[in-house]
């Protein structure tokens, strides 16, 4: 592993502490972003954990908690941090745990590495180029890096049900990904169709207990990022609807097109 990868991994996992505390606590200090977003008092404190641990990189942090960063001050980034402090704040307002940490490294445009933490489930997944994708379970008040990351299972897992499974969005399901659904009914006969919440669906590709991921709604680089690394280290797709080509990241818009995990 290296050594911004285990940097990255802590980052999230202390983040994951501190969100734990404000989501036991019920005091959100909820607001209203200029898109329409919610905003957390534990969104601007995991933003600030994670850049404290990720300034020792010396690489340049892309957040979505962080400052607005025009194209022209990050277009020759070669590498450069992806954070979402909290994927998933809608989940985290209703308290259904579905909600998680997202870190990724991208280079050239490509995620080389990716940390996926879901602080209540204590679902930790991470990964890296030419290494591949792992899970564990993590418990925060015992848990040891060096000693933990050794038990982590390799991804995709056997998995016994082997009905065709789509996984959507919770908050966003949009009639395009209905009609997607009903079109792999056609093609499979029967379906299950699981919604679940923040970049946990592309964890759930990665792993092998969901067959694709639809995505045919809006979405922002910090959204998918890791989650992309965690699939591709794993040997899945993240493919942009529009172009058919994988996703590539540090665009000048930061919104993302549709997009297929499978």
């Known amino acids: 592993m290296t050594k911004n990868l285990k940097i990255a991994i802590e980052a999230a996992l202390e983040a994951g502490k501190a969100i734990l ?20 008092k534990a969104d ?10 990720l300034e020792k990189t010396d690489i340049p942090v ?19 941090w992806i954070v979402d402090p909290i994927d998933g704040t809608k989940e985290f ?11 990724a490294l991208i280079e050239n445009q490509i995620p080389i590495a990716g940390v996926v933490f879901a602080p209540v489930l204590g679902d930790l997944y991470f990964s890296e180029i030419g290494v591949g994708s792992f899970k564990i379970n993590i418990d925060l008040d015992t848990y040891n890096i060096t000693r933990d990351l050794l038990k982590a299972d390799k991804l ?7 009905t065709f499974t789509v996984v959507a969005s919770r908050s966003h399901m949009s009639p395009e990904t209905e009609v997607y659904v009903q079109e792999m009914r056609e093609e499979h006969g029967e ?9 946990l669906k592309l964890c759930m590709v ?16 910090w959204d998918t990022a890791a989650g992309q690394a965690i699939c591709e280290h794993a040997g899945f797709k993240v493919m942009d609807w529009g172009t058919k080509e994988k996703m590539c990241y540090n665009r000048e818009k930061l919104l993302n097109n549709w997009f297929l995990v499978k």
């Open 93 to 103: 307002i209703k308290r259904n745990g579905e909600f998680t940490v997202n870190i």
């Open 21 to 40: 505390e404000i989501y036991h606590s019920g005091e959100f200090d909820i607001e209203i972003k200029g898109d329409n977003s919610p905003l957390t």
């Open 191 to 199: 379906v299950n169709l699981i919604s679940k919440g923040s970049s």
């Open 156 to 162: 995709p897992l056997e998995r016994e049900d082997k």
């Open 44 to 53: 601007k404190v995991a933003h600030n954990v994670i850049v404290s641990y």
């Open 206 to 221: 990665a792993e092998g207990t969901a067959d694709c991921y639809p995505r045919f709604a809006p979405t922002m680089e």
């Open 62 to 80: 892309l957040s979505e908690e962080g400052k607005e960063m025009p194209f022209k001050e990050r277009k020759d980034w070669n590498r450069l």
